[in-house]
């Protein structure tokens, strides 16, 4: 199983953004998709999830109301739309994949088995 991310790139403050994760193969059919994102010296956290099947979705209190999770089960392809970027915004943000964790334990990193390869993302004000 491999991960694809992509779109990041530099944006002014208030800006908006958009990337994309596919995942090559879908090999559970419960696979939870998350975003996850890493600015310099601090810990990965949690951006947002989705279920591919049912498509359930989960936010960080950070971006609720500027963020949005999408999916294109056709393609395997999760989306994330960024709006009113900030400048605490930027990071790194990786994309990742499971098919048997929980909802509770969504927001959880070491939770998800699969990763890409990360797309940085920097917000200037």
């Known amino acids: 199983v491999q991960l694809q991310a992509s779109g990041g790139g530099p944006a002014q403050a208030g800006g908006s953004l958009k990337l994309s994760c596919a995942l090559s193969?879908?090999?559970?059919?419960?696979?939870?998709m998350g975003w996850f994102r890493q600015a310099p010296g601090k810990e990965r956290e949690f951006v947002a999830a989705i279920s591919l099947s049912d498509g359930t979705k989960d936010y960080a209190d950070s971006v609720k109301g500027r963020f949005t999770i999408s999916r294109d089960t056709a393609k395997n392809t999760v989306y994330l739309q960024m709006n009113s970027l900030k400048p605490d915004d930027t990071a790194v943000y990786y994309c990742?994949?499971?098919?048997?964790?929980?909802?509770?334990?969504?927001?959880?990193?070491?939770?998800?088995?699969?990763w890409g390869q990360g797309t940085e993302v920097t917000v200037s004000s």
């Open positions: 990742a994949a499971d098919g048997t964790i929980i909802r509770s334990s969504w927001a959880r990193p070491e939770q998800y088995d699969y």
């Open positions: 193969e879908r090999t559970f059919r419960r696979t939870v």
